[in-house]
């Protein structure tokens, strides 16, 4: 089964939430702050159904005198959601050359896709993004995502894993190190929902005795799995309240989602 069917399933119902809200505030502060020129343009590396970008360029159109927005994405389904002043382009799974746009690109930017990939896909793609951009990107993943509370079992194809296909986890300092020496982070903000921490072995334990993402569609074979009944929910309720019980724990809380601007170190080299 494919990557390219889950997303497509995936942008067929996704919209814009106040959670989302929160998300196209921060872009736009790092826009606003770090592109004052007359003219912006921008680079989005997977996009899905552009439901930020769409009202990000709504919001940014009147301020400049020529905007370029270019989007991109694995999902068909997704792209034919994006604004159609936006130019556009289908990314492959295999690793694909951006070499059109290099140097081209005001901000480059790539929201809640790094923790996708892997590591090989991960670090080619966070290389043509380096190329593509003239100076910024914009970079947006999980923060501190314990991994192993979305961990679920499909039923249909045996899939153990994340609910939503993450394969890594970004802490400040993997993060703060993505481009490595060919990029530094200047500014970062931390937004979101809140995520809440517990230790593997209450994830474990709470496992044991039962608890379960109960309605997920499997990133693996795109089968939905609706395990949603009445003892269902009980019984999360009361393994939850008992063992994954916030006020009783020592546990850390943070928002779900760091975004950062990097800039590049050789702003001038034109490879
Ligand atoms: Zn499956």
Not at 174 to 187: C, G, P, V, Y
Request: proline share 1%; net charge neutral; charged share 30%.
């Amino acid at each position: 089964m494919s990557i390219e069917k889950y997303f497509d399933k995936n942008w067929e119902n996704i919209n814009f939430s106040q959670d989302k809200q929160k998300h196209l505030e921060v872009i736009l502060y790092f826009i606003n702050k770090y592109s004052k020129k007359e003219t912006f343009s921008y680079f989005e590396f997977g996009c899905g159904n552009c439901y930020i970008t769409n009202f990000l360029y709504q919001e940014l159109k009147d301020n400049y005198q020529d905007i370029n927005f270019h989007v991109s994405d694995i999902s068909r389904v997704g792209l034919s959601q994006c604004n159609d002043d936006f130019f556009k382009t289908v990314v492959s799974k295999e690793k694909m050359s951006f070499i059109e746009l290099y140097n081209q690109m005001d901000i480059v930017s790539s929201f809640e896709v790094f923790e996708h990939l892997d590591k090989e896909l991960e670090s080619h793609y966070l290389n043509e993004l380096i190329h593509i951009s003239k100076q910024y990107l914009l970079i947006g993943v999980p923060y501190k995502e314990k991994l192993e509370k979305r961990v679920i079992t499909c039923n249909s194809c045996g899939y153990i894993g994340h609910v939503y296909g993450h394969l890594r986890s970004y802490s400040m300092d993997r993060f703060s190190n993505l481009f490595k020496d060919k990029a530094k982070l200047i500014e970062y903000k931390l937004c979101g929902s809140e995520e809440i921490d517990f230790n593997i072995r209450q994830y474990n334990l709470s496992k044991k005795m039962g608890y379960k993402i109960l309605n997920f569609t499997c990133p693996n074979c795109v089968e939905e799995q609706n395990d949603i009944t009445y003892f269902n929910r009980i019984k999360n309720k009361i393994i939850g309240s008992v063992v994954l019980n916030k006020e009783m724990q020592k546990i850390e809380k943070h928002p779900f989602w760091i975004v950062g601007i990097f800039e590049k170190v050789n702003v001038d080299d034109k490879k």
